[in-house]
């Protein structure tokens, strides 16, 4: 349905599944009725839009218009609102039981505002009401904030962003990233000079380049920044080692010992504080052992960290959302494998992966086999774990049997095993990588941690009629394993009838207590 016009829905309108609904004039459901089903309404228009709820609800209502505002005149409750259009007013207060989005043009709420997920990336933002949400995401556009907050994960890696909290305001904020960069700090004011806005963050922070003053932090945890400016009237803030911390910058080769690549320059020793919030020309490769005292990678931009060598890490170390760290491949024999052990505490809202990255095809002690007879000959998968997949063809020979078991159940290192070569080169099921996390504190897990064999393609690919890749290893000894993110290696899983799929690899976890609620998996593909 397009209505070019203007739109009174004064009588019943009636979705039934996923019709559109986009209106072009204004729109007023006053003393109607509306069943959403799972229907999109889209405002499109290209003059000034005005739309009137009425109470109301809809599933996915989008704001589409470029070129003039768009004015809700009433309070709105959708399951979910996107936003790429030009200037927005809410009216009063807005209910999203999803996920509000919004990516372009400035935006008023003059009401509530009440989400399960809040993604920002364009466009100031000014809030008079309450902030209420799971998580709040930016990365682009000022935020204004007049009234209190209350958000379970805020994150903002906006370079350059100027947030402005309420004087004598509570931001109570359970977990808090913000990230801008060296060269262009996040700033953090109070709408009036002198007067503070009081910030709770009870459980965790990470927080670098930022210029904050007139914050009272001291209903929450101590606040450590990085590389941060203090501007004054902070409490409950530690600026003490701020200026003392290396960022990587990749300007010279990807080799993390060589002191070009540091800015300061300098090689990284047990009294170093490293930053690595981007991968810049070149990603970091550690290729040596290290000792140094703290971690952090991730940034604004995605940041990724090749640990090929022992790395010891005397206090903390931090890899948060846009980070990617993981190890290089093998071939024939182990060469490169993950052994992080650190002082402190892990805390984990990235990606820890290192699929793929165990023996090569056809390699390892749990190697696949090709089937014999008639091409085109199918290969068995890696065995680790479990016994890999068999293989046969399309003949009465008897199957090929998958590789076979191996390793420590109790500590687990081995690398995960390639499957059996298939017909079609390029051959692409490599075994799952090796992970060792041995940490004095907590490794909290909210991204994930993974060793999973590589795939076998299905029928059309590359490597066409090859065996899944084991799963590798994932050895944690920790005082308490927390998080929700998932932990697994399992093996590699194939999409073509013969081939078979690889073998789960290892996981063995010491912990005093856990919390962690995600699933722990190293199954068969």
Known sequence: LIVTGNADVPGSLQALRTETLTFQGHVDFTGGSFVQATS???LSGTAPQWFKADGKSFCQLSVLNTSAPVVFADAVSATNVFNVGGSIVFSNDLAVAATLDTRRGAVAFKGAVSARNLVHDGGALGFTGTVTALS?????????????????????????????????????ITNLQLHGSSTNRIVLRSSLP??????????????ASVDVQDSDASGGTEIVPILSTNSGNNTNWNFGSSANWRIWTGASSGNFTNAANWNPAGVPDAASLLLIERSGPNAPVLSSPATVLEVVVGGPTTAQF???????????????TNAFITHGANASTPVNWMDITVGGSLMNRGIIDVTGKGYGPGQGPGRGTRSVGDDPGRGSSGGHGGEGGRASDNTPNPPVRG??????????????????????????????????????????NIGKIVANGAPGPGVGAYGMYSGGGSGGSIYIVCDNLGGSGAISANGGWVNANYPGSGGGGRIAV????????????????
């Open 136 to 172: 709040f995401l930016s990365w682009a556009g000022d935020l204004t904030f007049n009234s209190a907050v209350t958000v379970s994960e805020f994150g903002c890696w906006g370079e350059g962003v100027t947030m402005v909290f309420a004087a004598g305001a509570n931001y109570t």
């Open 194 to 207: 002198g007067t503070r806005w009081n910030l709770k963050v009870p459980v965790w922070s990470c927080v």
């Open 403 to 444: 590789g076979q078991s191996y390793g420590s159940i109790t500590q687990p290192v081995t690398l995960g095993s390639g499957g059996g070569w298939g017909h079609y080169d390029p051959q692409v099921c490599w075994g799952g990588g090796a992970i060792r996390l041995s940490v004095t504190g907590s490794v909290d």
């Open 306 to 320: 090749t640990i090929n060598q022992p790395l010891t890490v005397l206090q903390n170390m931090t890899v948060l």
């Open 510 to 525: 010491y912990c005093v207590t856990r919390t962690h609620a995600g699933n722990i998996t190293a199954y068969a593909g």
């Open 40 to 42: 999109s309404v889209i």
